[in-house]
């Protein structure tokens, strides 16, 4: 079921756009950058995988921060999360000022069931093999801080104000500005296959920032509900058992599914399909031309 939120709906025909930004233009590597008591580092790989290990960290109650200067991955590499089976979410920055580039699997390696919360101001680009490997939920916004509870907060830049971790649940993604990083899906021309990512635990999918845009992508989460919400003025989005709320928010962002792009929350058989929640200014839902 799709809900469209303060929204203008506009259909374009089919044109080819180039990709731009794949492997070879993003560096390599997962950089610690030390702004948590723990040395800056670069991350080591090995068999593929960057074991992200709760040491690495802040533990507080429940909530496990991680803060890194660098996040990006490149196709076949793994990013695993480790930590208790305590810990039900796991909260990463990325402070380095770029745009972060995910092409390969995020993964939820030993805490059962966490939800995964990804901030970078500078936005997120996820090319045409980045996959999923979550029990929880999964958070992916240009925020500049996660409100934790009433009084908590984790800057995704430290410069813009002192963290206060607490074990509260995250309770709202805050914009200082209208300067708000774009998300992409994307995936090459039409002579490549579709991007896609499938997202198989009917919990929550929420895309949180600037423009969104998602191009020759298909998006499965199976019986999930998917929150796409696109900002461009300063505010917060509030977290609620009914959804979000972006009322405080002078201007909306833009909203572009395009080439043949798919969002797909369909249940499994004899269940429940999942809900999409479209927040944005424009809505934009591209129609092949007919041969």
Known sequence: MFKYLSTTLIFVFFSVIPVQGQDVNHPAGIILDGSLGK?????????GTYDIKAGYGKLEGTNLFHSFRQFNLHKGETAAFEGPDSVQNIIGRITGGKASWINGTLQSKSTAGANLYLLNPAGMIFGPDAQLDLTGSFHVSSADYLKLGD??????????????????PPSAFGFLDGDIGKIVFKA???????????F?????????GGAIEIERYIIIATGARIHLTALASKGEVKRSNDGLDT??????????????SLIDVTGRKGGNSG???IAGKEFTLEKKKQS
């Open 247 to 260: 009322s405080s928010f002078a201007e909306m962002g833009n909203i572009s599914v395009l080439q043949g």
């Open 200 to 208: 198989d635990n009917e919990k929550e999918l929420s895309v949180i």
């Open 39 to 47: 040395p800056e580092m670069d991350l080591s790989i090995e068999n």
């Open 188 to 198: 090459p021309g039409p002579a490549s296959p579709l991007g896609r990512i499938e």
């Open 275 to 277: 809900s999409v929640f």
């Open 151 to 168: 009084n908590g907060a984790f800057y995704a830049d430290p410069k813009n104000g002192g963290d206060l971790l607490t074990s509260a």
